[in-house]
Each structure stands twice: as structure tokens, then as C-alpha cells.
Nanobody, 116 residues
Framework: QVQLVESGGGLVQPGGSLRLACVGS????????ISWYRQVPGKERERIAF????????TYADSVKGRFTISRDNFKSTSYLQMNSLKPEDTAAYYC?????????WGQGTQVTVSS
């Protein structure tokens, strides 16, 4: 069964850092691109980062470029999202996603709250 599990969210002060992790199981993790999204209540889910299967290509939304870094460790079937210089507007639920053929799988999400 294809599954993604995020972790690492929490409460952090503005300017702080967090590292999120997304562990995949039930599929050959190294063969698939991974994307990270975030969502606030009442708004659409926004893609903020993408990494190719081998890790050689990454893209970022303008809103996080220069502050967030996506990476992956295929031996651990894990993708990471390093978030630095966090702002209150980064407060959201964060999700990772994998697309396998016609199937899309999301993790359950992890909440990030940036507040003093």
C-alpha cells in the first residue's frame, strides 16, 4: 500500500527554522518525483517545492525561494523540506505528494505555526 507520512511540524518563532520529513513506503521511492504543498483554511493547496526522482532537479514557489530547501535520501525513502527564516505567513498544514501513474497519494500533513 502506497503511503506517505510527514513529520517535523510544530510551533516556531518568526525567523526560526524547521525541517520536515516525508517518508514513503509501499513503492519504489527512488523512481518518483516528490512535491511539497501547503494549505491554509479557506485557500487552495499551494505547491511550494518539487524534487525529481534522482534529486538533480528542484523547483520552488516564489514565496519560499531562497528560504526553503527540498532534498531527498532515496536510501531512506525520505524527502526533506528545510525551512529557514520562517514568517507568520508560512503558517499552514504541509503535505508531501507522489504521483504514480494515474494515482496521486498525499501524506496526512503536518502543521507548521509561525508565531511569537
Amino acid at each position: 500500500q502506497v503511503q506517505l507520512v510527514e513529520s517535523g511540524g510544530g510551533l516556531v518563532q518568526p525567523g526560526g527554522s524547521l525541517r520536515l520529513a516525508c517518508v514513503g513506503s509501499g513503492f519504489r521511492f527512488s523512481r518518483y518525483d516528490i512535491s511539497w504543498y501547503r494549505q491554509v483554511p479557506g485557500k487552495e493547496r499551494e505547491r511550494i517545492a518539487f524534487i525529481s526522482d534522482s534529486g538533480d532537479r528542484t523547483t520552488y514557489a516564489d514565496s519560499v525561494k531562497g528560504r526553503f530547501t527540498i532534498s531527498r535520501d532515496n536510501f531512506k525513502s525520505t524527502s526533506y523540506l528545510q525551512m529557514n527564516s520562517l514568517k507568520p505567513e508560512d503558517t499552514a498544514a504541509y503535505y508531501c505528494r507522489v504521483v504514480i501513474g494515474v494515482m496521486t497519494r498525499w501524506g496526512q500533513g503536518t502543521q507548521v505555526t509561525v508565531s511569537s
